[in-house]
């Protein structure tokens, strides 16, 4: 686990490096994003947000690129949900990733675009809640947390409004890309997320 | 049924595991048998050859959470008076042991199996992954405390498992289980549980066959 934390330690030092190096006639935040999305995990039944903090690395004709930092999280509610009664409980997850956002805008106007954003980060999950069951004589408690390395990628299509830039998107973590599908995706520590963003630009020059 | 052509001696006698889901795990789990046990084990996948109906054959009783659940019977049945009687008879494996392998409903399906007392359980091992405890209102620990009104052996060598990060209702389901099984004393019965350690439901499925397949 630590090997995963000092990895992610390595990518974020690395980001930070990358954004200041662009610093030179304009100001730090010229161009960058915030970012607000609300996410939902159908196969998993949770809710959640994003947040995110994105700057600019570079502006093509048709290309524009970012990097930056993302918060994630999730909540899974299962009190009286698989039981009719007896059980309360939640499992929820919280992310911190680096992520570098790729976008192509189309058409003259370049306001419609679609994009492509890896991310890898530390996620925790955790687990806590109670089960009583008086007829069974039942009376149990459970907690547990997991923390562990967190990578994917989002893709996204949106639309530009003046400083605003709403999309939808969908994200798709990669566990299992590399050990022959061993870990199975669509898991609790393997989310696959649809959700919904709106994003500003902050002292946008365009 | 769909059977693959296979090509094994008549004069030994394996150890026949069925494997519950076959059509999602059989791959994975015959590479690790072939690897592990090339020539102590044969391995029958049991799947779907066109809809997949394991949230009817693998559950009872019927409930709303499924549509056209609750006909486990019906797949008992299947097994003990179609399945194994062609693979024993018509195929001639002679057979040490079966085991039972099933995760998640499947998981619940040999547990449902094992306390049932309409039929006869015919494995002599169950391998019950990530078991779907909590199924019409946790159904099985009823069924369990039945069982145990009016048996005091169980003749089996039973082995659960369960992953940490399955959630709340998996992991405490699960310890309460595990706690009634120890409790009873039950003759005759080898019984196992483990919780595997930064493992979701999804991942617990081949984890647990292949460590439960090692300790039989």
Redesign the interface.
């Known amino acids: 686990m630590y090997k995963n934390y000092i990895l992610t330690i390595l990518f974020l030092t690395g980001l930070i490096g990358i954004t200041k190096g662009q610093t030179t006639e304009k100001e730090f935040w010229t161009n960058s994003r915030i970012e607000l999305s609300g996410t939902y995990d159908a196969l998993n039944h949770s809710v959640g947000f994003m947040a995110k903090g994105k700057k600019e690395l570079f502006n093509t004709r048709k290309f524009r690129g970012f990097a930056g930092f993302a918060l994630q999280y999730s909540y899974q509610n299962e009190t009286d949900k698989a039981l009719n009664q007896g059980l309360i409980g939640y499992n929820n997850d919280f992310g911190i990733y680096a992520v570098f956002d790729l976008e192509h805008a189309y058409f003259k106007s370049k306001k419609f675009f679609t994009g492509l954003e890896p991310f890898i980060g530390v996620t925790v999950l955790n687990s806590n809640g109670t089960l009583n069951l008086p007829d069974y004589e039942i009376s149990e408690q459970y907690t547990n947390t997991y923390t562990y390395l967190n990578y994917g990628v989002t893709s996204k299509i949106g639309y530009k409004f003046g400083g605003f830039q709403p999309n939808i998107f969908f994200v798709v973590p990669l566990k299992g890309l590399f050990d022959k599908g061993r870990n199975r995706v669509g898991g609790m520590d393997s989310r696959i997320l649809v959700g919904a963003c709106v994003s500003y630009t902050l002292k946008s020059t365009r | 049924m769909n059977a693959q052509k296979i090509c094994i001696p008549f004069f030994e006698a394996y150890h026949t595991i069925y494997l519950l889901d076959g059509d999602g795990y059989f791959n994975?789990l015959s590479h690790i048998i072939l690897d592990e046990y090339p020539d102590e084990i044969v391995l029958v996948g049991i799947g779907y050859d066109g809809e997949n109906k394991r949230h009817s054959d693998f559950t009872y009783p019927e409930d709303d959470l499924l549509p056209h659940s609750g006909n486990a019977n019906l797949y008992i049945q299947h097994l003990i008076k179609e399945l194994i009687p062609f693979v024993e008879d018509s195929l001639l494996i002679q057979t040490t042991q079966r085991t039972l392998a099933g995760h998640s409903l499947g998981g619940y399906f040999g547990l449902y199996l094992l306390f049932q007392e309409e039929f006869t359980n015919p494995f002599d091992n169950i391998i019950s992954a990530s078991p779907s405890l909590?199924w019409h209102?946790?159904f099985l620990?009823?069924l369990e405390?039945q069982f145990n009104s009016s048996n005091d052996s169980l003749s089996v060598n039973l082995y659960i498992t369960m992953g940490?990060?399955?959630?709340?209702?998996m992991?405490?389901?699960f310890?309460?289980l595990n706690?009634?099984i120890k409790s009873r004393n039950y003759k005759d019965l080898i019984f196992d549980h483990e919780r595997f350690e930064?493992t979701?439901?999804?991942?617990n499925s081949?984890k647990s066959f292949r460590k439960g397949i090692s300790r039989l």
Not at chain 2, 164 to 169: F, I, P, R
């Open positions: 994975e909590f209102d946790a620990l009823g405390d940490d990060s399955e959630g709340v209702t992991n405490t389901l310890n309460a706690n009634k930064n979701t439901h999804n991942n081949i």
